[in-house]
């Protein structure tokens, strides 16, 4: 009978083996099995070697450099998250069956979608998630400074409430007793995840990049502002950002930002308003000056906003001194 083939590893521990046998782990030749794994070419059979160690089960070294870690690849997971971010699950799995072929239920899709949720929060939890720049490299050319703008908003984001929910699963329910009248084996439902008490809720972003848009860099909390503050310190503390020539915010003026930046982002040079909010403002200011509709308040909005887009802010501000 042919001896299985094994090789040993050796694997420094902390504190160190007691004896040598300790040391070294062996792992076994399990022979060559077969995977079938979803790309973004089609189905892929893979037939790689298997080894398998007391300490750590089966390892195949293949699937780890291919990148293959469950029934689909990076393209495919990838593709389930971008799909899955602006229709319903259903929806998503229906766009992707007839754009890329790749036929799946609207629950697998939820299942992968979720776990690629879940892994970027752990990742960001253990620091592992890190910007893919850094600031120095913020830079349009060599004769550029370098430049770092920041940006942070509030927005809604729709949830699922209890009672929703609640008929989702009557529907499922009714559905699925009628698949096994006909004959179909279905596993059980796990357990219905709670719902939340209202339709939506407000989460809070912040986002770094330089002035090509070259480089970006997004991050967003359901927390307050507070905790969108702590991220805020954060993230800059990984883009280095007190080595950029050039840093300012641009936002829409809320208090909350303003009060955040001030506390946690204080080597900022400059906190900017965005034009689209001082123009809603410079619009409200005509109005109160001459009146709404009038020729004379639409002459002043035009050229308040005209020198501060050609000569910028210290040119308006004369404008209001010359007026």
């Known amino acids: ?82 799909v899955g971010l602006d229709s319903s699950y259903r ?23 979720q ?22 490299q913020c830079r349009v050319n060599a004769n550029k400074p370098t430049c770092v703008i920041t940006a942070s908003d509030g927005f809604q984001v729709p949830l699922i409430t209890e009672e929703e929910k609640r008929k989702r699963r009557v529907k499922a329910t009714q559905r699925r007793a009628k698949l096994r009248q006909k004959g179909h084996t279905l596993r059980p439902l796990p357990k219905r995840p709670r719902g939340a008490d209202q339709h939506w809720k407000e989460a809070k972003l912040v986002t770094f990049y330089d002035p090509s848009g070259r480089y970006q860099h997004t991050t967003a909390t359901t927390g307050d502002h507070k905790v969108l503050g702590r991220i805020m310190r954060r993230e800059v503390a990984k883009l ?21 930046y001030s506390r946690q982002l204080p080597m900022l040079d400059a906190m900017i308003l965005d034009y689209y909010h001082f123009r809603d403002h410079s619009i409200a200011c005509s109005k109160s000056l ?14 308040l906003c005209r020198t501060v887009l050609q000569s910028g802010p210290l040119e308006a501000l004369a404008f209001f001194v010359g007026r």
């Not at 892994?119 to 600031?135: C, D, H, W």
């Not at 009146?291 to 050229?303: D, F, L, M, V």
């Open 1 to 82: 009978m042919r001896r299985p083939l094994s090789f040993a590893v050796k694997a420094k521990l902390f504190p160190p083996p007691s004896n040598q046998a300790e040391q070294t782990i062996y792992w076994r030749n399990k022979g060559i099995q077969s995977i079938h794994v979803t790309t973004i070419n089609g189905s892929v059979e893979i037939r790689r070697r298997v080894y398998w160690a007391n300490q750590y089960g089966c390892c195949a070294r293949l699937d780890t450099w291919l990148g293959i870690t469950g029934r689909y690849s990076q393209g495919v997971r990838e593709m389930f998250c971008r």
């Open 290 to 303: 001459y009146g709404e509709g009038t020729t004379e308040a639409r002459q002043w909005r035009k050229s």
């Open 240 to 260: 280095r950002l007190d080595n950029a020539d050039r840093k300012y915010s641009v936002s829409d003026g809320a208090k909350w930002i303003h009060r955040q």
């Open 91 to 113: 929806k998503a799995a229906d766009d992707l069956c007839r754009l890329s072929q790749v036929t799946l239920s609207y629950r697998s899709l939820r299942k992968v979608f």
């Open 115 to 136: 776990g690629e949720g879940q892994k970027v929060l752990i990742a960001r939890r253990t620091g592992e998630l890190v910007p893919a720049f850094k600031a120095e």
